[in-house]
């Protein structure tokens, strides 16, 4: 597995370069990859299927000029920015078992990422819902996935330093949620590590045996699927 560390210019072309790799991969390209990305602005994030008007505060996120954007997995609707560490991870589906459906790849994956962190967090790390990492009942990881034929694309994000007053102005109580979540508002709900991005990566990459640097970067793809997709009324206005 090759590893990039790779934040690009807008919040549009990280959103498509997550897409990008895993069509780069459809495609032929035949190394796996963990990136990792670190947003310089706010925005809002849909899931796939996540319906704008109810999903998202529209009127405060204007006010605070937060543009509220869709991507391609699903799941409900973050709040991306300063202080938040994403990572993508692009596997190859073929001849592996824990990866060869939604809920078992869910498991498998939550299960990795809680192995990988406990050396630097500690054994109070506990998988809540689906896709969620908590302390003690306190959210501060959530994550998802968009499969292909041959490749997948599980990625998440990670609270470091966020804002998490931001997320109760721009985002209502989603009406479906974990039972762990009991109703709570953002800021009862989440909580930040308070740790350097660095410690992170450096634990997914041991963990992933990433290795050596991605060095080719689909630019092309990822400018494309920005300009005709992620920066458009039509997808990020869908539902």
Not at 187 to 215: C, H, R, S, V, Y
Request: charged share 25%; aromatic share 10%.
């Amino acid at each position: 597995m090759k590893y990039a560390d790779l934040t690009l210019p807008t919040p549009q072309h990280n959103l498509a370069c997550e897409e990008a790799f895993v069509h780069w991969c459809e495609d032929g390209h035949e190394d796996e990859i963990l990136r990792f990305w670190e947003p310089k602005e706010h925005f809002a994030v849909l899931g796939y299927s996540s319906r704008i008007k109810s999903e998202v505060e529209l009127a405060s996120c204007q006010a605070h000029r937060v543009p509220v954007l869709r991507r391609c997995s699903g799941g409900g609707t973050v709040l991306q920015g300063p202080g938040c560490l994403n990572y993508s991870l692009i596997l190859r589906i073929e001849n592996r078992d824990p990866l060869k459906s939604i809920t078992e790849t869910n498991a498998f994956m939550m299960q990795s990422l809680k192995s990988a962190l406990e050396p630097i967090i500690g054994s109070g790390i506990e998988i809540q819902g689906f896709t969620d990492l908590a302390l003690g009942a306190l959210k501060f990881s959530g994550n998802a996935q968009y499969r292909k034929r041959y490749f997948l694309l599980f990625h998440g994000t990670f609270l470091l330093h966020f804002d998490i007053s931001l997320v109760d102005r721009l985002l209502p109580i989603p009406s479906r949620q974990p039972p762990y979540r009991q109703n709570r508002s953002h800021g009862n709900f989440l909580t930040n590590l308070n740790l350097p991005p660095l410690k992170i990566k450096d634990a997914l990459k041991q963990a992933w045996n990433a290795t050596e640097e991605l060095k080719d970067i689909p630019i092309d793809r990822i400018e494309r699927l920005a300009r005709d997709r992620y920066a458009t009324e039509e997808w990020n206005a869908r539902f």
